[in-house]
């Protein structure tokens, strides 16, 4: 079993920037891919971002050119900087990973963009 703790969610402006962090109880290095989803209240949950073991990025139509997805093998962490957030973006955030044919979830981090 993966344990997998978000963090950097809060409240911030429209304009603003947040940086999420996923850190793993186990390895990342062996990772096939890690992923950001996101869920806003009444709305199915969308993929945001993915980085492969590789290191290939891939990212959402909605946030293309605003957010990067980045891992750091060493801390067992992967991260997402989103800029230029507006009130579209409020959801819950999370953290994915995939190890082979096994998947891993976070339980979330609330990203709320309001004036």
């Known amino acids: 079993q993966v344990q997998l703790v978000e963090s950097g969610g809060g409240l911030v402006q429209p304009g603003g920037s947040l940086r999420l962090s996923c850190a793993a109880s186990?390895?990342?290095?062996?990772?096939?891919?890690m992923g950001w989803y996101r869920q806003a209240p009444g709305k199915q949950r969308e993929w945001v971002a993915q980085?492969?073991?590789?290191?290939?990025?891939d990212y959402s139509d909605s946030m293309k050119g605003r957010c990067t997805i980045s891992r750091d093998n060493a801390k067992n962490t992967v991260y997402l900087q989103m800029n230029n957030l507006g009130p579209e973006d409020t959801a819950v955030y999370y953290c994915?990973?995939?190890?082979?044919?096994?998947?891993?979830w976070g339980q979330g981090t609330q990203v709320t963009v309001s004036s």
């Open positions: 994915r990973v995939r190890y082979s044919e096994d998947v891993y």
């Open positions: 186990r390895s990342i290095g062996s990772a096939s891919a």
């Open positions: 980085i492969t073991i590789g290191g290939r990025t």
